[in-house]
């Protein structure tokens, strides 16, 4: 398919240890964003990607979580230490430019913290 | 805090029944836009608005924004079954958007 692809879909973890979420974006798209969405909550913005530039990660709620990209193309979530109330659908989206209009949503990664 | 407030929450209406979902902020966006999301999917986008007092349709859907670019409303006339989602309101400045809570619609057959 063409669209953003997501995995695991889904991930059950114990508290404490680490996760990585990975993202496949729209090929050609160079703008990339990671997005959490918690139970009765809209989606909460972690971080963008834009081609080349350094990325905004004014989103991430603690120093537990990172994101990388790859080449431009495939991103990587990841979050240390993990704790319950990281429990969430964490969401990825990609835009062929840095646009708000453009964002073309994955299914998401359901992650549970016991 | 919610940037963005939604309601109602929950909504469960008749099939040929008409609904209204709200979207009120107190800061000014560029655009806002309209997504809805069905269980286990990322949320698909039904519409930008950009220009205070905009009014667009799409079918049987309609979605105005306010005059001073802080608040919408999406309007669905005669409701079916497939209208039944998580619709939610994100208003965007550049790149970055805020999203509300959502509202659970259910259209029952």
């Known amino acids: 398919g063409a669209g953003v692809s997501q995995s695991p879909s889904n991930k059950v973890t114990e508290k404490g240890k680490d996760v990585e979420l990975r993202c496949d974006p729209i090929s050609g798209h160079t703008a990339l964003y990671w997005y959490r969405q918690s139970l009765g909550q809209g989606l909460e913005f972690l971080i963008y990607?834009?081609?080349?530039?350094?990325?905004?990660k004014s989103g991430l709620p603690s120093d537990r979580f990172s994101a990388e990209r790859t080449g431009g193309s495939v991103s990587t979530l990841t979050i240390q230490r993990t704790q319950q109330e990281d429990s969430a659908v964490y969401l990825c989206a990609s835009s062929l430019v840095a646009s708000p209009d453009t964002q073309y949503f994955g299914p998401g990664t359901r992650l549970t913290v016991l | 805090t919610q940037l963005l407030e939604q309601s109602p929450q929950f909504l469960s209406i008749q099939e040929g029944e008409n609904l209204t979902v709200y979207c009120n902020s107190s800061?000014?966006?560029?655009?806002l836009q309209w997504y809805r999301q069905e269980p286990g999917e990322g949320p698909v986008l039904l519409v930008t608005v950009v220009t205070g007092g905009e009014v667009k349709k799409l079918k049987r859907l309609t979605f105005q924004f306010g005059d001073a670019r802080k608040d919408s409303s999406l309007h669905i006339t005669a409701a079916q079954p497939g209208d039944t989602g998580l619709y939610l309101c994100?208003?965007?400045?550049?790149?970055?958007?805020?999203f509300g809570a959502g509202t659970t619609v259910t259209v029952r057959a």
């Open positions: 994100a208003g965007a400045n550049d790149y970055k958007l805020s």
């Open positions: 990607f834009q081609g080349n530039s350094a990325p905004d």
């Open positions: 800061s000014v966006f560029s655009s």
